[in-house]
């Protein structure tokens, strides 16, 4: 075990953990972060994506001990009431359905909005490759980034 002193959506946080553990199992068990998803494990679907230093990173496959001192942001953390433009899109979208892979999709969507305020569609659908949907809302994910970009 060893103490992690970690910057979490914007608080200063302690844990005592394996060093091996991944960020997501931190983030979900021992802070109470429900908001991020796991999905497969393995980084390939998504629906554990946050922000470390504002770059999108799949959780399930980082260990508490690369994260250092940069800053995590989970979806709790993208905007305290729930009204990033990335957030409200997708509401005027109607973009979830099951909601699963919704909290991962959201924060890759405001990764690449942060870097590239006009992305093209091709753009968009790269950035948004890794984030598996099973419902099939991709569509109504690329119309919500758009409308998001619209109102940054």
Not at 28 to 38: A, E, M, N
Request: hydrophobic share 35%.
């Amino acid at each position: 075990m060893a103490t992690f002193n970690l910057k979490v959506n914007g608080k200063k946080l302690s844990v005592d953990v394996d060093p091996t553990t991944p960020l997501l199992w931190i983030l979900r068990d021992h802070l109470d972060l429900p908001g991020t998803k796991f999905g497969c494990g393995i980084a390939s679907c998504g629906a554990c994506t946050i922000h470390l230093d504002g770059t999108a990173m799949r959780s399930c496959i980082l260990p508490v001990s690369a994260v250092g001192d940069k800053k995590i942001t989970t979806i709790e953390g993208l905007s305290e009431s729930g009204d990033h433009p990335v957030q409200k899109a997708w509401l005027e979208h109607d973009v979830p359905q099951c909601g699963y892979c919704q909290a991962g999709q959201i924060m890759t969507a405001a990764a690449l909005l942060k870097e590239n305020s006009n992305p093209s569609d091709d753009e968009i659908e790269s950035a948004m490759n890794g984030n598996l949907c099973r419902c099939g809302t991709y569509t109504r994910i690329k119309a919500a980034v758009k409308t998001a970009a619209k109102n940054m």
